[in-house]
């Protein structure tokens, strides 16, 4: 009898052996591995990836069995299923894919100066965007010059799947300020100063003019601004000193200045007394309000020249006739004088001397 009951028992475990190792669960990937199955090491995939569960017999209950597709995902997939009367299985592993494109920008450090223009070094940093996280990207650039009126910053992000995308900031970089160059020309109750400025890459935006001391009274008044060339002060007086400050903006924000000193009245401007020439000069001076005409009169010993301008200059010639004989302008000392006269030239209405000076032709 023991012998018996003792056969029974290994033939039953025999079969309940053979009834366990039919209850399966496997798992296929689609894109996945050559050998079948999916990859299990959790690397980013960039295309669909189709996970598909399998299971043999039918189990009792599931759970997170659903085979599916799967685009931008970054997770652990798993199936566990039970079997009755007994048994149980399950696998699980990461699953990462990322099919959407990352994106990256372009990023200064601060806003433009003045105008969509920089007039110091800006820093552009690249910063990305992705579903599978950023990598990396193109370092830090910083810009200081030459100065353009068109330039770019350019790089690329790289996700943790190996995908790229590219930014460009561009930009326009001036840090010079306008050139200028000023002079000014007194006169009978008024005092002018010109200039001329130049600017580039980044175009001029205004020039001011500002005049110590001011008008009625005040320190310093800003007589104009804008982007004329020259001024013609008249809220002057005769004998008072001015200082003008003609100050050039570009639209990059670059600003530079120069001053003019001017001291409004009627005198004699050029060839300066003394000044040594090798050609004949222009004789200048200054113009007189309400004047019509001048005379000047040169001498060496007696007067050899006298002349009518009706502007407040006169170009001496090489040879010219004067009292019935002809000059010529000779190595010497010569002196000049200028009146201002009023109305008709026959009437011969002058006004007071100007003033006399001297030069020399060596």
């Known amino acids: 009898m023991r012998r018996a009951s003792v056969a029974l028992v290994v033939v039953l475990g025999l079969v309940c052996a053979s009834a366990a190792s039919a209850n399966t669960l496997s798992v296929t990937c689609s894109p996945g591995p050559s050998t079948g199955g999916c990859d299990q090491s959790g690397a ?28 931008d995902v970054a997770a652990t997939v798993s199936c566990a299923v039970t ?26 450090d601060r806003p433009p100066d003045a105008n969509g223009w920089y007039n110091h070094p800006v820093t552009v940093t690249l910063a990305g965007t992705a579903f599978s996280g950023i990598a990396a990207c193109t370092p830090a650039q910083t810009y200081g010059g030459p100065a353009t009126a068109s330039t770019s910053f350019a790089g690329t992000c790289t996700d943790n ?12 970089y001036d840090a010079t300020p306008p050139t200028l160059t000023v002079s000014s020309q007194p006169a009978d109750g008024l005092a002018a100063v010109s200039w001329h400025a130049g600017a580039g890459p980044a175009p001029l935006a205004w020039v001011q003019v500002a005049r110590q001391p001011g008008v009625t009274g005040a320190a310093t008044s800003v007589l104009y601004t804008g982007l004329a060339g020259s001024y013609q002060d008249r809220r002057v007086r005769n004998g008072t000193t001015y200082t003008y400050t ?3 903006a570009d639209q990059a924000g670059n600003v530079t200045a120069q001053t003019a000193t001017v001291k409004p009245g ?34 060496r010993g007696s007067k050899i020249l006298s002349a009518w301008p009706t502007h407040a200059s006169f170009r001496l010639a090489r040879r010219w006739r004067f009292g019935g004989r002809l000059h010529r302008l000779a190595p010497g000392r010569y002196r000049w004088f200028v009146w201002p006269g009023y109305g008709p030239q ?17």
């Open 246 to 248: 003609i100050t050039a």
């Open 44 to 71: 980013w995939q960039t295309s669909p990836v189709t996970v598909t569960w399998h299971v043999d017999p039918v189990p009792l209950t599931t759970t997170g069995c659903a085979s599916q597709t799967y685009t």
């Open 346 to 362: 026959r009437k011969a209405h002058y006004g007071k001397v100007l003033g006399s000076a001297t030069f020399v032709i060596r």
């Open 83 to 108: 079997w009755a009367p007994s048994g149980t299985a399950s696998i699980s592993f990461p699953l990462n894919v990322e099919t959407s494109s990352p994106s990256a920008t372009a990023v200064p």
């Open 161 to 172: 799947a190996g995908k790229t995308a590219s930014a460009s900031f561009p930009f326009r």
């Open 266 to 299: 009627a005198r004699l401007l050029s060839p300066a007394a003394g000044t040594r020439l090798a050609t004949p000069p222009t004789l200048r001076w200054t113009p007189i309000t309400k004047a019509s005409y001048y005379n000047v009169q040169l001498f």
